[in-house]
């Protein structure tokens, strides 16, 4: 079995944001979207946005989403980068 996926996109995230919005359930999101209910879960519960204070403004905003998994991948890259050179 290949392990071969692609990334959400944005227009991914907007799509998502507007079923996240209506309330549709997980399952009817993966099933428009076209990926694995597991996949859009795990999308909602890493991208969604906290905020403390204003708690209004928390939620599953389709930038931001972008943001924060843009700026994971880079993490993760950097730290097999880095892991690349201390074992070698």
Do not use: W
């Not at 079995?1 to 997980?26: F, G, N, W």
């Not at 389709?62 to 892991?83: N, P, Q």
């Amino acid at each position: 079995m290949s392990r071969c996926y692609q990334q959400l996109t944005l227009a991914d995230r907007r799509r998502l944001h507007h079923l996240v919005e209506r309330k549709v359930p997980i399952n009817e999101m993966a099933r428009q979207l076209g990926r694995h209910r597991s996949t859009i879960h795990r999308e909602i519960r890493r991208n969604t946005f906290h905020d403390r204070e204003l708690l209004e403004y928390s939620g599953y905003f389709s930038m931001v989403a972008d943001d924060i998994a843009k700026e994971l991948r880079r993490r993760l890259r950097m730290l097999r980068r880095h892991a690349l050179t201390l074992s070698g």
